[in-house]
């Protein structure tokens, strides 16, 4: 195990998305592992960062019902600019 230099909190939580995704080379992840070993405030960061992509990554696999899908997109389309590039009224009914 190498002796990376110590790193600040702002230049860990600029790196925190790349840590979770497994995506720094080995000097700045353990950079970043050190740091968060220290920091109790980019620790709980982390964590809760960590906890967040697993929820979106679970609910990203729940089918969604074709109704809803329905209503999302038609209320979608209700905000798309008129021809005149005037923003739509809101949601039709």
Known sequence: MSN????????????????????????EHEGVERHLEVCRSCFSRAEFE?????????????????????????????FVSSPGGKPADGPQT
Request: hydrophobic share 40%.
């Open 50 to 78: 960590r906890r967040l992509k697993g929820e979106v990554n679970r609910l990203g696999r729940e089918e969604i019902l074709p109704s809803f899908e329905h209503r999302v997109r038609r209320l979608l389309g209700s």
């Open 4 to 27: 990376p230099m110590p790193i600040n909190c702002d230049e860990a939580l600029r790196l925190l998305a790349a840590y979770l995704d497994d995506e720094l080379h080995a000097g």
